[in-house]
Structure formats: structure tokens, C-alpha cells
């Protein structure tokens, strides 16, 4: 079975652009959350979709933001990028059975690192 | 305070010896509470879960919880030089998982 895909792996922008990001969770896997890694900060919870809605939100502004697709595929937009931006952005997928959340293993993918200069 | 806390280390261990990781936790609902494993550049993965107090053990390794204390460990037994990586310390409090900064495992032979 293949395991969760991102797109694209590296990424570098500008400051003030804005920025989509993809993941493709485990075939199967109905939740998506999405991560960003920073090496000061560590890693640090943006939001989980289930079932097309956002069902759990980190302590992150306005000007990022996700959806996810029928088919449980998710993108995640960033918006005005500043250069604090500058992270490894991780999504990870669970199959989440009961429907509760982190209840069920997370599978990571391989992340985008976004570069904002 | 923080609300996953986790020495940074680098904790060195030599071949053989149990490797033994600390994590604190400051929010009394938390409910569960993951141990995941990062090599350099590559993603986490999950080694293990611990949902009630005691201990819970998967081969070389064994998760303690202690509510009481908000104290989750993870111990290495045998460590080998593939463990080398650093250690997140994850709880799930209730809408988010939060992580801890990690700590770094360093297993010399």
C-alpha cells in the first residue's frame, strides 16, 4: 500500500506570496492533519480534516488555511508568507475508525520544505 | 511553562545499555500520550501509544504514564546504534496534539 504522498517537496517563494500545498493521505485514511517543523519550535499542530471538515485547529493565524477533498486528498494554503514561514510543513493521515481524533496511529509523509526568502 | 516538556540532550548511550527518555506534561485532561522516532531528515514515525497508567511494552521498548505525576518515559532496552535519533514525546489534549521539542539519542558501539 502506499504511504502518504506530498507535493511539492521543496518549495521557495517571496515574502507577501501565497503558497498550496498537497497531500494525498494513505488510500483508505479518512483523517488528515497537517504539521509544521521548525527547528526552534519544534512540531507544532496547524489542523486536522476529517471527512471534508475541519474538525480540530492549532494555534496558528488566519492566513493559513486547508481543505480536504471527497476522495480524503488535502491541501493546505498559506497566504501573505512571511519569513517566519520557513519550515518543514508535514501532513500525516489515520485511518480514524471511531471517528475520534488521534485515537488511531498517524502515518507521516515525507513533508514540503518551504523556504521563504 | 511549556506544555510538553522534554531534555533536548543529546542523551549518549552506549551499545547495549537501556536508553531511558523523560517527557512532562502540564494539562491533567490529557488522554493519550505517543512516543514517535525521527531520523535526521525523514519523517516521525510512531513506536508507541499509552492511553492508561503502567507500563506497556513492544519488543525492546517500554512506555510508562504516570497521570498522577504527568510523567510519560520511553525506555530503550539494548540499545543499538540504528536507535540513534531524536524523540518525540506527543499528548493528546483535547482537539490538539502537541509535541515536545524532542530529544536527541545518540547510542555509541
Known amino acids: 500500500k502506499a504511504g502518504v504522498t506530498q507535493t511539492p517537496r521543496y518549495l521557495i517563494k517571496t515574502r507577501g506570496q501565497q503558497v498550496t500545498l498537497s497531500c494525498s493521505p494513505i488510500?483508505?485514511?479518512?483523517?488528515v492533519s497537517w504539521y509544521q517543523q521548525t527547528p526552534g519550535q519544534g512540531l507544532q499542530f496547524l489542523f486536522e480534516y476529517f471527512s471534508e471538515t475541519q474538525r480540530n485547529k492549532g494555534n496558528f493565524p488566519g492566513r493559513f488555511s486547508g481543505r480536504q477533498f471527497s476522495n480524503s486528498r488535502s491541501e493546505m494554503n498559506v497566504s501573505t508568507l512571511e519569513l517566519g514561514d520557513s519550515a518543514l510543513y508535514l501532513c500525516a493521515s489515520s485511518l480514524s475508525l471511531s471517528g475520534q481524533t488521534f485515537t488511531d496511529t498517524q502515518y507521516f509523509g515525507p513533508g514540503t520544505r518551504l523556504t521563504v526568502l | 511553562q511549556k506544555e510538553v516538556e522534554q531534555n533536548s540532550g543529546p542523551l549518549s548511550v552506549p551499545e547495549g545499555a537501556i536508553a531511558s527518555l523523560n517527557c512532562t506534561y502540564s494539562d491533567r485532561v490529557s488522554q493519550s500520550f505517543f512516543w514517535y522516532r525521527q531520523y535526521s531528515g525523514k519523517s516521525p514515525e510512531l513506536i508507541m501509544s499509552i492511553y492508561s497508567n503502567g507500563d506497556k511494552e513492544d519488543g525492546r521498548f517500554t512506555a510508562q504514564l504516570n497521570k498522577a505525576s504527568q510523567y510519560v518515559s520511553l525506555l530503550i532496552r539494548d540499545s543499538q546504534p540504528s536507535d540513534s535519533a531524536t524523540y518525540l514525546c506527543?499528548?493528546?489534549?483535547?482537539?490538539?496534539?502537541?509535541f515536545g521539542t524532542g530529544t536527541r539519542l545518540q547510542v555509541f558501539p
Open positions: 488510500s483508505g485514511h479518512r483523517s
Open positions: 506527543a499528548v493528546h489534549n483535547t482537539d490538539k496534539l502537541i
